[in-house]
């Protein structure tokens, strides 16, 4: 079993950034792949961005390539993801989650995850 629990929300303006850290516990949290999702209102959830268990390969929704960086502390089990130059667009419910292998892309795309945490809000203004 896995717990997950996300941090670092807020607003900004269009333009700024954010830090979200994801804190994952559980007797194998150290050896899984581990991803982000949104939810923005009205709208289905997404996904964001997923890392490798060892840290070394990230992948990436085209909306988020080169402005979020995903990464990972194995020291403190943490997986955070930087947001750089938000858009009001970004606004949303931002989740992490994990369950499938790096290598299972399906299963990211569709968010067919078996560990959710609660979630963080993250607003945007223009």
């Known amino acids: 079993q896995v717990q997950l629990v996300e941090s670092g929300g807020g607003s900004v303006p269009a333009g700024g950034s954010l830090r979200l850290s994801c804190a994952a516990s559980?007797?194998?949290?150290?050896?899984?792949?581990v991803g982000w999702y949104r939810q923005a209102p009205g709208k289905e959830r997404e996904f964001v961005a997923v890392?490798?268990?060892?840290?070394?390969?990230?992948n990436y929704a085209d909306s988020v390539q080169g402005r979020f960086t995903i990464s990972r502390d194995h020291a403190m089990d943490t997986v955070d993801l930087q947001l750089n130059n938000l858009k009001p667009q970004d606004t949303a419910v931002y989740y992490c989650?994990?369950?499938?292998?790096?290598?299972?892309?399906?299963?990211?795309?569709?968010?067919?995850?078996?560990?959710w945490g609660r979630g963080t809000l993250v607003t945007v203004s223009s």
């Open positions: 559980g007797p194998t949290s150290y050896t899984i792949a």
């Open positions: 890392i490798s268990s060892g840290g070394s390969q990230a």
């Open positions: 989650a994990a369950g499938p292998r790096y290598s299972e892309y399906d299963r990211w795309v569709s968010g067919a995850m078996d560990y």
